[in-house]
């Protein structure tokens, strides 16, 4: 099970941090995602994250905005959002992939195998 945290109501120009965690799976043995499906839109890449951490690719309309990591030994993965958009408003997803090498970070959503239920961020102009 991966249970996601963080979401909320902010302004425009604000930060938020999600956050993404389980207590089920070997953290270290998953790559991990971040997805987002906004109200009539369809599900999109946000940010990817290796196994070990060494690769991390942000979608271009996030980059240098938003920042993957994570921690193993919490088992968590996180979301900083910064500079937050209006158009950044959706459901946010984590996700983790097996069966991939350490240094590899996968951005299909395909490639996924367990999602988390999702944490709302809404952000007003």
């Known amino acids: 099970q991966l249970v996601e945290s963080g979401g909320g109501l902010v302004q425009a120009g604000d930060s938020l941090r999600l956050s993404c965690k389980t207590s089920?799976?070997?953290?270290?043995?998953?790559?991990t995602g971040w997805f987002r499906q906004a109200p009539g839109k369809e599900r999109e890449f946000v940010a990817t994250?290796?196994?070990?951490?060494?690769?991390?690719y942000e979608a271009d309309s996030v980059k240098g905005r938003f920042t993957i990591s994570r921690d193993n030994t919490k088992n968590e993965l996180y979301l900083q959002m910064n500079s937050l958009k209006p158009e950044d408003t959706a459901d946010y997803y984590c996700?983790?992939?097996?069966?991939?090498?350490?240094?590899?970070?996968?951005?299909?959503?395909?490639?996924?195998?367990?999602w988390g239920q999702g944490t709302q961020v809404t952000v007003s102009s």
């Open positions: 996700a983790v992939a097996r069966g991939f090498r350490v240094v590899t970070a996968p951005r299909n959503a395909d490639e996924y195998d367990y």
């Open positions: 089920d799976f070997t953290f270290h043995n998953y790559a």
């Open positions: 994250i290796s196994r070990n951490g060494a690769t991390r």
